[in-house]
Nanobody
Framework: QVQLVESGGGLVQAGGSLRLSCTASGRTFSSYAMGWFRQVAGREREFVAAINWRGDSTSYADSVKGRFTISRDNAKNTVYLQMNSLKPEDTAVYYC?????????????????????WGQGTQVTVSS
């Protein structure tokens, strides 16, 4: 059984930083790309960032480029999202997700449909 557990969310002032973590179990973590998505109540879940299985290629939503950094530590089965220069519009529940295809080397990372396992989410609130 695959489990993804996020942590690190919280309340921060605008301009501040947070680091989210997501630890995986139940599958060979290093074989799968990982993604971060976020969702505001009443809106669609949207793509934030993704990292390939090797950890040498990343992609970001335009809204977070230059502020957020995704990384992974395959020895710890953990993916991170470092969030700097946070804005109130970054307020959301953040979810990590594991890609559906092992050793995937294409460019299909930003769609929710590409991922088949999801964490329970962690709340990030940025005050103005």
């Amino acid at each position: 059984q695959v489990q993804l557990v996020e942590s690190g969310g919280g309340l921060v002032q605008a301009g501040g930083s947070l680091r989210l973590s997501c630890t995986a179990s139940g599958r060979t973590f290093s074989s799968y790309a990982m993604g971060w998505f976020r969702q505001v109540a009443g809106r669609e879940r949207e793509f934030v960032a993704a990292i390939n299985w090797r950890g040498d290629s990343t992609s970001y939503a335009d809204s977070v480029k230059g502020r957020f950094t995704i990384s992974r530590d395959n020895a710890k089965n953990t993916v991170y999202l470092q969030m700097n220069s946070l804005k109130p519009e970054d307020t959301a529940v953040y979810y990590c997700a594991s890609h559906g295809r092992s050793y995937y080397s294409g460019s299909y990372y930003s769609s929710k449909a590409a991922y088949n396992y999801w964490g329970q989410g962690t709340q990030v609130t940025v005050s103005s």
